[in-house]
């Protein structure tokens, strides 16, 4: 009688009676408060970005499974669907309808199915997606309908800068943060969506309520998105302590961009981020100091999809230092010591 071979699966490894697709719709039902809000300040061209890049996601990914690989298709566990709605999130809601096909052909094809699919992709998805586009489409990637509420209470999207590109130019350009401020939106906007930006970045707030279902769930612990923030907090807070006329406050840098964003729905991705507690710590510092180093010192004004991406090239080596005790380990050096 053979034995039955043991079968030892790729990540996400979760101690949980629940299933990976129960996560990903997890996270799903985590973002709609930030879907509804974009749809409320964009109108009908927030609902067709998120749905194109949904559906192409999900036929790309049939379509490469199915003819081109010839593998099971996996199109209903969910992580196809996560990244079509988070690479849409990190996107103009005027961004042209081919860019974002493109877009989620890269997210699909190159970045998760080139590495074998769920569970052996090294990188973000959704933010490789992103960055090609933005490298690719810098124009068209960095043109923000910016919500503005008109003289009816109405909602009007017209183009313009984010915070972040204000105060990038303006400091550029020699004003200081006295004469930006004006410029940029009251903290009540940013909390309720009221600014320039991607589509996931219009509300703090929204995002916010997302990530404490996730963390109420316990579909992601707090030391991934708590320290990313902390650290964002704690640079900024510096450069504004000493120099508050060239440098934004930790709060405009912590409501603006994609900083929450970032920290609840893409760093927490179970396959691309470390194991252990203390790996997942190093990790967020990283990400915070390259984001804060980016947003101040670097050409683009926003830098949270870029310290991602490299934190999540450094995975494998962090995993490798921080690994969890083995099982048995502690009572096997007892009994040795004995």
């Not at 504004?240 to 440098?247: A, C, G, L, Q, V």
Request: aromatic share 10%; proline share 5%.
């Amino acid at each position: 009688m053979s034995e039955q071979p043991i079968i030892v699966s790729a990540s996400p490894h979760v101690h949980s009676d629940r299933t990976s697709k129960k996560i990903m719709y997890d996270v799903v039902i985590a973002l709609i408060p930030a879907f509804l809000v974009s749809v409320y300040v964009f109108g009908a061209s927030a609902f067709i970005v998120t749905s194109v890049a949904i559906a192409s996601c999900l036929l790309f990914e049939y379509g490469i499974q199915k003819y081109l690989f010839k593998t099971a298709v996996t199109i209903t566990d969910g992580s196809a669907l996560l990244t079509g709605i988070l690479l849409a999130f990190n996107l103009p809601s005027n961004l042209p309808i081919w860019m974002v096909i493109v877009g989620s052909l890269v997210a699909i094809g190159i970045a998760k199915l080139s590495f074998g699919g769920l569970g052996f992709n090294i990188f973000n998805p959704a933010l490789v997606g992103r960055v090609f586009l933005l490298v690719s489409f810098p124009v068209q990637m960095t043109m923000w309908p910016t919500a503005i509420v008109n003289n009816t209470n109405v909602v009007d999207a017209v183009t313009g800068a984010t915070s972040l590109g204000l105060i990038k130019e303006g400091l550029l350009f020699g004003k200081t943060m006295t004469e930006i401020s004006p410029q940029l939106p009251s903290t009540t906007q940013m909390l309720f969506g009221f600014t320039g930006g991607s589509l996931g970045e219009m509300s703090a707030l929204a995002l916010l309520l997302g990530g404490l279902y996730l963390l109420y769930r316990k579909v992601i612990s707090w030391h991934i998105p708590v320290t990313v923030l902390a650290t964002m907090v704690v640079m900024t807070g510096i450069f504004w302590f000493i120099d508050p006329e060239h440098y934004a406050n930790p709060l405009i840098h912590i409501l603006s961009g994609g900083a929450i964003l970032g920290a609840f729905f893409m760093a927490t991705d179970l396959v691309t981020s470390p194991m252990t507690k203390k790996g997942m710590v190093i990790f967020a510092i990283g990400i915070g100091v390259i984001t804060v180093v980016i947003r101040l010192f670097g050409a683009y004004p926003e830098g949270v999809s870029f310290a991602i991406l490299i934190m999540n090239a450094f995975v494998p080596l962090i995993n490798t230092y921080f690994k969890p005790r083995r099982f048995g380990a502690k009572i096997k050096a007892k009994i040795v010591s004995l």
